[in-house]
């Protein structure tokens, strides 16, 4: 006799018979059956017909026969006395490993009182996420085949004793049901989520229900009505639907909503409580349909979002605003395609990285493709047939390319493959990765620059006060998020450094034109030259000079124009005698340490009057004098000397062999000092390099970016 949960399976699969091999499914079938034989649930119902319910929603996902039979098979090792290796002898190496991945998740407890989570078993609750996510889940198939297996657990709940329910109720929130969201499965997680409800917060679901009651099976006619209204308003302008329903709110999201400080348990402050769904065929009917729409029932100001421009971080699109509907009580609005539709009901489906791929031992694996968490793709189902050829061809590596870590509370964060403990700080907050100072990895004293791997649990030791990161950080990092808030941190470093440089180069040519300093300049010389070259005060001039976007003898022109007035006048008397270098300070070479070319050098401000004194670096005198604290970095050009400025400069050109060759080599030609490099990022085939230069002044550094983009393959080259 054919058991009747089995004749729903074989009605779903004979629908789609094309797509299913249904010979290997019934033998799959068979042999539960057989080995579950004599098995009874807690209902007193067959075994056997668990493992048909989780073979129904699996078929309902649109699964493959792979995983419809191994969703038939996933307790016989656990429960009967049929071996792994037995179900890989029947049916192949494939179904064996999604039945042994999910057999490894079976075996995944929760504490046996519920309430240990919130106490010492916190660590276990940890464990359990990282085996969830980690450990078993190198085929998204086996997730899927245990949300199957753990959904109708759940519904059957009732007959298991008090104690285990918790505990089962728990874990399925606190893993089964946030798995199920970054899934973008919202149907499973909602009906997860709302059959725990009960069992872990009776008192308040009992509650909420009573406060639903006394107003549902008003608004339940209401909805109904605004329905028939919709779909008179959309025929009227010949818009297409496919189908309108109404739904309402899930208890659970419901209840954590309303928990919120923002709504104070009040569920007239719960716009979505009630929803009205509109499914139509294309894209641009959902903006048709929600005008149409607008024209009849005003929208809540702020209320509109909208999706499909900017989709949730799952994946999930539609076009939704809240009206307010015949009855002047707010009703939400969701428009989608029916494509969006399933998406939003069984998710997954959109967020798949895929690839060609042979079949491991262990389950799929992609090729080099960076995974996004949840990445949405283009519409696959406009190139896969069929669920046969999607997990033939296409297979799936839930985790390629990225590592997932665990803060001490439990929270996940996704990082990308080869991320140290400073990604991860700076994942948490750019404030904690300006106060790191160690880390525990797995709760040992590591090193910062530690590769994370997958699972690992992240304390980050931190100082009260932010210390600042290491300017060898950024070598040690692999996300976005931390390269940029070390570039920002130092970069605000610099406009102090610059300032102070800034301000020195200007005193020295002011000195050296024998000018008064900045600090006895006017308000209103103050004012006509920073309005003349767009700063906000002297300060910020100092840096624009110190990061040599300003000539400082443009500064003097501005101010001074009768001085350049008077060099022009000398020069014309005198056209046969142009002085070698008009715009240098005088340098003079320190007789104690005699500096020679190829020298390192620096020097500082005379205190005599005699422009800038330079000795080898090394010199004891240089430390010693009185203009110590002023001393400023000096470099060869030729035979002469001159203040060099620390500058970057940002090159994108195409990755090639030999690019950063041909720019070092420029660069050595030109006696250019290089005190850093860093290739910051490779995408797309182009690469960005940052490279720290020593540069003299601003004529300079325009004319090494002027060469630098004379290179071949260089797109740009501009200074940071």
């Not at 059956?33 to 017909?49: D, F, L, T, V």
Request: some cysteine; aromatic content about 6%; charged content about 30%.
């Amino acid at each position: 006799m054919i058991n009747n949960s089995y004749k729903t399976l074989a009605e779903i699969l004979e629908k789609n018979r094309e797509k299913y091999d249904l010979e290997l499914i019934g033998r799959a079938y068979k042999i539960a059956e057989a080995a579950h034989s004599g098995q009874k649930r807690h209902s007193g119902e067959p075994y056997i017909n668990h493992t048909i319910e989780a073979a129904i929603t699996l078929a309902e996902f649109g699964a493959d026969t792979a995983t419809v039979s191994a969703g038939l098979l996933h307790d016989v090792p656990e429960d009967t006395a049929i071996t792994l290796e037995q179900i890989e002898k029947e049916f192949g190496k494939e179904i064996a490993f999604l039945v042994e991945g999910v057999t490894k998740l079976g075996k995944i407890r929760y504490p046996k009182h519920a309430e240990e989570t919130a106490s010492g078993a916190q660590a276990l609750y940890i464990e359990n996420l990282r085996k969830m996510f980690f450990a078993t889940a190198k085929d998204i198939r086996v997730i899927l085949i245990k949300l199957a297996d753990r959904l109708h657990n759940m519904q059957t709940l009732q007959f298991i004793p008090k104690e285990k329910q918790k505990r089962i109720a728990l874990e399925t929130l606190e893993i089964y049901a946030p798995v199920a969201h970054r899934l973008g499965m919202g149907h499973i997680k909602g009906e997860l989520e709302d059959l725990a409800f009960p069992i872990i917060r009776p008192e308040e679901f009992t509650n909420l229900q009573k406060k639903l009651s006394a107003i549902l099976s008003e608004r339940k006619i209401e909805l109904k009505n605004f329905e028939k209204i919709i779909k008179k308003i959309l025929a009227h302008d010949h818009i297409p639907s496919i189908n309108i329903h109404g739904r309402i709110k899930h208890m659970w999201s419901l209840w954590k909503k309303l928990n919120k400080p923002e709504y104070g348990n009040d569920l007239n402050k719960i716009y979505d409580l009630l929803a009205i769904r509109i499914i139509v065929p294309k894209v641009g009917d959902i903006y048709a349909a929600m005008g149409s729409i607008h024209q009849h029932y005003r929208p809540l100001t702020g209320l509109v979002k909208d999706y499909l421009a900017t989709p949730k971080p799952n994946g999930y699109r539609s076009l939704h605003s809240t009206v307010f509907g015949p009855q002047k009580r707010p009703v939400e609005i969701q428009i989608r395609t029916e494509e969006m539709h399933r998406d939003a009901e069984f998710g997954i489906a959109a967020h798949w990285v895929y690839a060609e791929s042979d079949k491991p031992k262990e389950g799929a694996k992609l090729k080099s493709h960076h995974l996004l968490w949840l990445k949405q793709l283009e519409d696959w189902q406009k190139k896969i047939k069929g669920p046969e050829d999607f997990w033939e061809n296409l297979k799936i590596d839930f985790f390629q390319n990225r590592i997932f870590a665990l803060t001490p509370k439990g929270d996940v964060l996704d990082l990308p493959e080869g991320a140290t403990p400073i990604d991860f700080a700076y994942s948490v907050h750019s404030a904690l990765g300006h106060r790191m100072t160690g880390v525990l990895i797995n709760n040992k004293i590591s090193p910062i620059t530690t590769k994370l791997k997958n699972g690992d649990i992240i304390e980050i030791m931190a100082s009260k006060k932010p210390a600042g990161p290491k300017q060898d950080w950024i070598n040690f990092t692999k996300t976005t998020i931390a390269r940029h808030a070390i570039h920002q941190w130092f970069q605000a470093q610099s406009k102090d450094k610059h300032k102070i440089l800034g301000k020195k180069s200007l005193e020295l040519e002011l000195l050296g034109a024998k000018l008064p300093a900045p600090d006895s300049w006017t308000r209103t010389q103050i004012a006509k030259v920073c309005d003349k070259f767009h700063r906000k005060d002297i300060n910020d001039l100092y840096v624009g000079v110190g990061r040599a976007d300003i000539n400082p003898r443009t500064v003097i022109k501005t101010l001074f124009p009768e001085i350049f007035e008077e060099e022009v006048r000398k020069k014309k008397r005198t056209p046969a005698f142009i002085p070698k270098k008009t715009d240098e300070l005088l340098i003079t070479k320190a007789k104690c340490c005699k500096p020679r070319e190829s020298d390192n050098v620096a020097g500082y401000i005379s205190g005599a009057a005699r422009g800038i004194i330079a000795h080898q670096d090394h010199c004891k005198n240089l430390r010693r004098n009185k203009n110590a604290s002023q001393i400023l970095r000096l470099g060869w050009r030729g035979a002469d000397l001159k203040i060099i400025t620390p500058i970057t400069i940002s090159i994108c050109g195409k990755n090639r062999v030999g690019l950063l060759n041909d720019i070092t080599a420029l660069l050595a030609k030109e006696n250019i000092n290089i005190e850093d490099i860093n290739v910051v990022q490779i995408k797309d085939k182009i690469a960005k390099i940052a490279i720290s230069l020593g540069i003299a002044d601003l004529d300079e550094l325009q004319n090494l970016t002027s060469l630098i983009r004379q290179i071949p393959d260089v797109r740009d080259a501009k200074r940071e």
